[in-house]
Nanobody, 125 residues
Framework: QVQLVESGGGLVQAGGSLRLSCAAS????????MGWFHQAPGKEREFVAA????????YYADSVKGRFTISRDNAKNTVYLQMNSLKPEDTAVYYC??????????????????WGQGTQVTVSS
């Protein structure tokens, strides 16, 4: 089992920045591929970014390329999502996810085995 706890969400003005963190426990973190998804009210959960277990490979949704950066610190069992140039359409609950197998940046939420409880990000215009 893997437990994931997100933090760092909040209210920010358009153009601002936030950094989300996801702390993992319960399994060797450096064997897990990690991802971030978001879900806006009335919409499906959507892929945002992913990072390989080693941190060498990163993947992004087109809507966030150039604005968001995913990274990980395996010594701290934590994955991060740095969000810059935020837009009102980025408003959503952001979820951290972990996979026990190599996903090569899969954007399908069914490929991930464990999920956090989510953290709200609200971007005002």
């Amino acid at each position: 089992q893997v437990q994931l706890v997100e933090s760092g969400g909040g209210l920010v003005q358009a153009g601002g920045s936030l950094r989300l963190s996801c702390a993992a426990s319960g399994r060797t973190f450096n064997t897990l591929d990690m991802g971030w998804f978001h879900q806006a009210p009335g919409k499906e959960r959507e892929f945002v970014a992913a990072i390989s277990w080693s941190g060498r490979s990163t993947y992004y949704a087109d809507s966030v390329k150039g604005r968001f950066t995913i990274s990980r610190d395996n010594a701290k069992n934590t994955v991060y999502l740095q969000m810059n140039s935020l837009k009102p359409e980025d408003t959503a609950v952001y979820y951290c996810a972990a996979a026990q197998r190599v996903l090569y940046g899969s954007s399908r939420y069914n490929d991930y085995d464990y999920w956090g409880q989510g953290t709200q990000v609200t971007v005002s215009s």
